[in-house]
């Protein structure tokens, strides 16, 4: 297997990443112009209402990014797994990481499609009902915590073992450090900013310095 044919899975980290917080960031301006109206529902409704645009692509965003991070997470663990000690818990505390990201990606983007349909005929649903999904909508694919998890065990076995190179060991630290203090205050979607930028700079990393596993026997 070539250097570079090895790399294709850093290539997609860096663009779930990047797919991640720039799309959701996007998303969210369906609330934008909700202000005081959080007060009440049918405000709420009113003010989203014809906006179903905002919907539909973050669904995209959301399958792509989740495909994008599942073929990431699985280059992760074979690459860490190639550098790391036989039965370190490194490369599947890694993967797993990502992989809870993609997960909750999947689930946050399928909320979108009742969404979408609530939004397309308003009159024909409750306000509390159009009002909490869109609860759901805000809250579920940014929880990039998963990515902390990762980061720190991208943190442990660079720092440890060499898997991972001292600079991006560092700033994973850093990552896990950030999308811990998330998770501390009731702020957990916060996440997602420190977590996709995370996913991002370690696929760019990965994919600038990884080296293909030493053949096996």
């Known amino acids: 297997m070539t250097t570079s044919n090895h790399r294709g899975w850093a290539a997609a980290g ?9 799309g959701l960031f996007a998303g969210s301006n369906l609330t934008a112009t909700v ?17 179903r645009a905002y919907v539909w692509s973050t669904q995209v965003v959301c399958f792509v990014a989740a495909a994008l991070l599942i073929v990431f997470a699985a280059g992760l663990r074979r690459h860490l797994g190639a550098q790391e000690p036989a039965g370190s818990l490194v490369p599947g505390v890694a993967a797993a990481g990502v ?6 990606l999947l689930v946050g983007g399928g909320i ?7 939004l397309g005929d308003p009159g024909r649903w409750d306000p509390d009902t159009i ?22 065990a ?6 440890r073992h060499g898997s991972a190179s001292r600079w991006l060991a560092a700033v994973s630290a850093l990552a ?19 977590g996709a930028a ?13 080296r293909a596993p030493a053949p096996v026997g």
């Open 154 to 159: 991208v943190a442990v076995g660079g720092f």
């Open 99 to 104: 992989g809870i990201v993609a997960v909750l």
């Open 14 to 22: 860096a663009l779930g990443g990047l797919v991640g917080i720039a």
């Open 176 to 194: 896990a450090v950030l999308v811990l203090a998330t998770q501390a205050f009731p702020a957990q979607y916060g996440a997602l900013f420190p």
């Open 35 to 51: 202000g005081d109206g959080i007060r009440d529902n049918a405000l709420v409704v009113e003010a989203i209402a014809g906006q």
């Open 112 to 118: 979108c499609t009742e969404l979408y349909w609530a």
């Open 198 to 210: 995370w996913v991002l700079v370690a696929g760019i990393g990965f994919m600038t310095t990884s």
């Open 131 to 152: 009002a909490s999904l869109v609860e759901v909508y805000n809250t579920l694919p940014w929880l990039w915590s998963g990515a902390g998890i990762a980061a720190a």
